[in-house]
C-alpha cells in the first residue's frame, strides 16, 4: 500500500540488506502509488506490481482491465483494474500464481513481510519450498488461532521472524520450527532522540490507520466521556475516517487531521505529551517505539509487543479498549503524578529504546539472520 508500518517495515529491511551488496527486489501484490512510504527506503527500479507485471504480460487481462476502467467512475491507474470479476473468472489467479513462481525461480532466498493469512503466501512457501529455496516470513500481525490450523506448509517456512516471543509461542506446535525475535525500531530516530523528554499530561496523540482492529472509534467514544480537560490529536486515514469524523463533529478538544507525512508526524510528536494505542490487536506497534524514542508518556491497550517493551517500566498505563471506565481510570492516574513522576517514567521509556530497540541494532539482527541463509547449504 501507500503507507503503514509494513510498507516501512519492508522498506527498511530492504534498505538494510542491499547495505551488504545484497541485491534486493520488492514484489508487492497489492497496488500502490509512486507515493507509497517505502520509496523512503528503496528506488522505483527496485519495486515491482504484481498486477503492473501481469497487465504487460497478459493481453487478455489487459483488455479486460480498459474496459473495467472504461466502466469505473473513479478512475484510479489502470493496473488497479486488472483484479476484476471477469478476469478472476478466466484465471487471474492461477496466472498470478504462476507468474509469482517464475518470481520466485529468481532469487536466492525469499522474505515475505505479510500476515499468515495472506493470499498467495501459503502457495508461494510451498513452491519455494519444491525447489529447494529458503522463504522467512516476517509476521505482520498477531497471529490467530485460525492460522494455527495451516500446519503443513508452515513447517516447509526456513525461518520465522516475530515481533515478540508471545506471538513467536503460537506456532510453538510446529514441529520445525525455526524462529527470531526483531522487533521495530523508528525511521525518524535522531529527531526522535533529539527532543527533550516531557514532564506534563495534557495532549495526547493517536498515529494509525482507520480500520476496526486500531480502535480509533471506541477511541474517540470514550475520549468524548471522559476527555475533560485534555486534548486529543488523530493523526491517519482509512474506511472508518467518515465514521471518525462525524463522531467528533461538536468536540472542541478534539483534532482530525487526516494523512500526515512522516516529517509532519514527528511536529505532532513533539507537541504531545502522550501517545494512545487503542489497539485491538497489533504485532508491533510502531507507534510505541516512537513514543519510547521521543520520551513520552505511552496509554495502551496489552496489545502485540507493548507489554514486553515496558515490561521494565513504570510506563504501565494500560486500559481495556471494551471497557470505557478503564481509560477513565489511567487519565485519573495519570492527571495525578508529578512533573518529576513523569520524567522519570519518559527518560526510562527512552532508556529502553536505546538499550534494546536502536536503528542499527535491528540492522545487524536482520542482516547476521538472511546472511546467515544466504551462506548456508542448501537444504538436502
Known amino acids: 500500500g501507500d503507507f503503514g ?12 540488506l542491499q547495505q551488504d551488496q545484497c541485491e534486493v527486489s520488492v514484489i508487492s501484490t497489492t497496488n500502490c502509488s509512486l507515493n507509497s512510504q517505502i520509496f523512503e527506503f528503496i528506488e522505483p527500479y527496485q519495486f515491482k506490481v504484481l498486477d503492473e507485471i501481469l497487465l504487460k504480460k497478459n493481453l487478455l487481462f489487459k483488455v479486460l482491465a480498459q474496459l473495467s476502467y472504461l466502466k469505473s467512475g473513479e478512475k484510479k491507474p489502470l493496473s488497479h483494474y486488472v483484479s476484476n470479476t471477469f478476469s478472476k473468472k478466466l484465471g487471474y489467479k492461477n496466472y498470478a500464481v504462476k507468474t509469482l513462481r517464475g518470481i520466485v525461480e529468481e532469487f536466492d532466498v525469499i522474505l515475505i513481510c505479510a500476515q499468515i493469512s495472506s493470499a498467495y503466501v501459503k502457495g508461494i512457501v510451498e513452491y519455494a519450498y519444491g525447489i529447494n529455496k529458503q522463504v522467512v516470513i516476517r509476521t505482520s500481525s498477531k497471529i490467530s488461532e485460525k492460522d494455527r490450523l495451516h500446519k503443513d506448509w508452515l513447517e516447509k517456512v526456513t525461518l520465522f521472524i516475530h515481533h515478540s516471543e508471545s506471538n513467536a509461542s503460537r506456532l510453538s506446535f510446529l514441529e520445525n520450527y525455526s524462529y527470531q ?29 482507520f480500520s476496526p482492529e486500531k480502535g480509533i472509534k471506541e477511541l474517540v467514544t470514550y475520549f468524548k466521556i471522559h476527555g475533560e480537560g485534555l486534548n486529543l490529536t488523530i493523526v491517519g486515514d482509512g474506511p472508518l475516517y467518515s465514521e471518525v469524523e462525524a463522531l467528533i463533529t461538536t468536540e472542541s478538544n478534539i483534532n482530525l487531521l487526516g494523512y500526515k507525512s512522516q516529517d509532519e508526524v514527528l511536529e ?33 491497550t496489552k496489545v502485540g509487543a507493548m507489554p514486553h517493551r515496558l515490561k521494565n517500566t513504570l510506563n504501565q498505563f494500560w486500559f481495556d479498549i471494551n471497557d470505557a471506565n478503564s481509560l477513565k481510570d489511567v487519565f485519573m492516574k495519570l492527571k495525578g503524578l508529578t512533573k518529576q513522576d513523569i520524567k522519570n517514567i519518559t527518560q526510562k521509556n527512552r532508556e529502553i529504546y536505546l ?12 542482516k547476521n539472520s538472511i546472511f546467515s541463509l544466504l551462506k548456508a547449504k542448501p537444504r538436502d
Open 181 to 209: 525475535v526483531i522487533d521495530q525500531c523508528t525511521y525518524r530516530e535522531e529527531p526522535m532522540l533529539r527532543m527533550d523528554v516531557v514532564n506534563s499530561f495534557k495532549n495526547i496523540l493517536f498515529v494509525g490507520r
Open 268 to 300: 505532532y510528536i513533539k507537541a504531545s505529551d502522550a501517545i494512545i494505542i487503542p489497539s485491538f490487536k497489533e504485532s508491533g506497534p510502531l507507534a510505541g517505539l516512537e513514543a519510547m524514542a521521543s520520551g513520552r508518556l505511552i496509554i495502551s
Open 5 to 16: 508500518g509494513r510498507e516501512l517495515e519492508t522498506g527498511f529491511i530492504a534498505k538494510t
Open 355 to 366: 538499550a534494546n530497540y536502536r536503528k542499527n541494532t535491528l540492522e545487524n539482527l536482520y
